[in-house]
């Protein structure tokens, strides 16, 4: 299930907040419905992210058409600037608007017609590339997932974080598609419910095996022998391989450490982030603080009371297993081995 559809002229997002209980496609015919269905989280994940502020700079060129050349180019300027205000932590983003801003650039002597038509097709290929580099992530993430592996994921990495396929949920796509007998613990992933509302839905549709706990049914689970390993997807990668990614995931890592499981992280190479060191430098994104003490609409903790909500969270790279990418594994990654991805 694919969570965009770019028609030409519009962006269709199919709305993830109203998952899994109604399947409505939201139309956005301006770039700023696209910049909206991605700070409302309509669309989210950060490969999903990317590709859909490619696809807002295209629909945001079909808007300025009727301007002057000059004209034209700051416009779409402030279209990138508008884009790149709307979540903070997935560098898919920056990556993507970084991507159309250099088409842009290298072709600002073309005519207005012709630049959009460039700035639609390099949307496109974003979107395509997306898709390939997920499958190939997949291959390259198929050793760590043995036969009859009980795997522990958090969050959704599925084809509705991505363009399709998906980078963890890839790896164990391609798995399952390999003919393994794979089974999944979902974590429900709160406050959001990524994991109880989308990766379960999204399982289930594809009939692989899948069993919704609670956050903190990890520990339980990993004490009792019931995970072999346990693998995610990242938001942000810095050039020493620490890792962000939803919320808990850190929690997670620890767990699995304290166990002896195998914890990786996958993800395209659109997610590293060879400009940050280190994880301490990486914005992580606070969200309203009613995401967490509303849940579906009725309030769980007493009026007045104040509540937090860091939306991220990095797990330090000692950590990790293996970092699984579309270029390959990196096993005990570090500055030096993340540097031979590049
Ligand atoms: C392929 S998805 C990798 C991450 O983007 C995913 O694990 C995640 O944390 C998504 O967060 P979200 O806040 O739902 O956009």
Not at 234 to 242: E, F, H, K, L, P
């Amino acid at each position: 299930m694919q969570p965009l559809r770019f028609t030409g002229r519009t962006l269709d997002v199919l709305d993830q907040t109203l998952l899994p209980e109604q399947e409505v496609w939201e139309t956005c015919d301006t770039y700023e419905l696209v910049a909206e269905a991605i700070e409302k989280m309509k669309v989210r994940g950060a490969p999903a992210i990317g590709a859909t502020a490619a696809y807002g700079i295209a629909i945001g060129a079909q808007q300025g058409l009727e301007l002057s050349k000059g004209e034209f180019l700051s416009y779409l300027e402030g279209v990138c600037e508008r884009l790149a205000k709307t979540r903070p932590t997935a560098v898919n983003l920056f990556w993507a608007i970084k991507r159309m801003r250099g088409l842009i650039q290298t072709n600002a002597d073309l005519d207005v017609a012709d630049l959009t038509k460039l700035i639609i097709a390099e949307a496109n290929l974003i979107a395509e590339e997306d898709v390939r580099l997920n499958k190939q992530m997949g291959q390259h993430g198929l050793p760590y997932i043995p036969e009859n592996a009980r795997i522990l994921t958090h969050c959704n990495t599925g084809s509705l974080a991505t363009v399709d396929y998906g980078t963890a949920l890839g790896v164990i796509r391609a798995a399952h598609d390999a003919g393994r007998n794979v089974t999944v613990y979902a974590d429900e992933t709160r406050p959001y419910l990524q994991g109880a509302r989308l990766t379960a839905f999204e399982l289930h549709r594809d009939n692989i095996p899948v069993t919704v706990v609670t956050d903190s049914m990890a520990g339980y689970l990993m004490q009792q022998g019931m995970v072999d390993l346990v693998i995610v997807g990242a938001d942000r990668i810095t050039a020493n391989g620490d890792a962000a990614n939803k919320i808990g995931t850190y929690s997670l890592a620890v767990l699995a450490k304290h166990h002896g499981i195998p914890f990786y992280v996958a993800a395209p190479m659109s997610t590293v982030d060879y400009e940050l060191e280190t994880g301490a430098s990486i914005e992580i994104e606070q969200r309203s603080a009613d995401e967490v003490v509303f849940i579906g609409g009725k309030r769980m903790a007493p009026e007045g009371v104040s509540a937090l909500h860091p939306a991220f969270d990095v797990t330090p790279h000692e950590l990790i297993t293996a970092i699984i990418t579309d270029r390959g594994a990196v096993e005990s990654p570090d500055e030096e081995r993340m540097a031979k991805l590049k």
